[in-house]
């Protein structure tokens, strides 16, 4: 099993910045894609973005140019930098890994607890 943990919430102003971890531990054999998901009030669960093994990212249209997303493989760690963050911002952010526990074990999808990112105006 892979658990995911996350931390970096909190309260910010808009305009201000957050940087989230996620770090990943457990039985790891291999981690592909790990990525930052969010739930706003009112919507489903979403993409924010996302990082291959080999750091090939991709972003929701809603964060670009805003949001940073990076890994470090050796800490089987992911972040997110958010800038310029706005109101609209504000929900609970998931962490998502895809990873394998051994080399004969298929790829499950791991997800953390949550954290919570308030933006005030």
């Known amino acids: 099993q892979v658990q995911l943990v996350e931390s970096g919430g909190g309260l910010v102003q808009a305009g201000g910045s957050l940087r989230l971890s996620c770090a990943a531990s457990?039985?790891?054999?291999?981690?592909?894609?790990m990525g930052w998901y969010r739930q706003t009030p009112g919507k489903q669960r979403e993409l924010v973005a996302g990082?291959?093994?080999?750091?090939?990212?991709n972003y929701a249209d809603f964060v670009k140019g805003r949001f940073t997303i990076s890994r470090d493989n050796a800490k089987d760690t992911v972040y997110l930098q958010m800038n310029s963050l706005k109101v609209e911002d504000t929900g609970d952010y998931y962490c998502?890994?895809?990873?394998?526990?051994?080399?004969?074990?298929?790829?499950?999808?791991?997800w953390g607890q949550g954290t919570q990112v308030t933006v005030s105006s």
């Open positions: 457990g039985s790891i054999y291999s981690i592909n894609t």
């Open positions: 990082i291959t093994k080999g750091g090939s990212t």
């Open positions: 998502n890994a895809a990873a394998s526990s051994s080399w004969y074990s298929g790829v499950n999808v791991y």
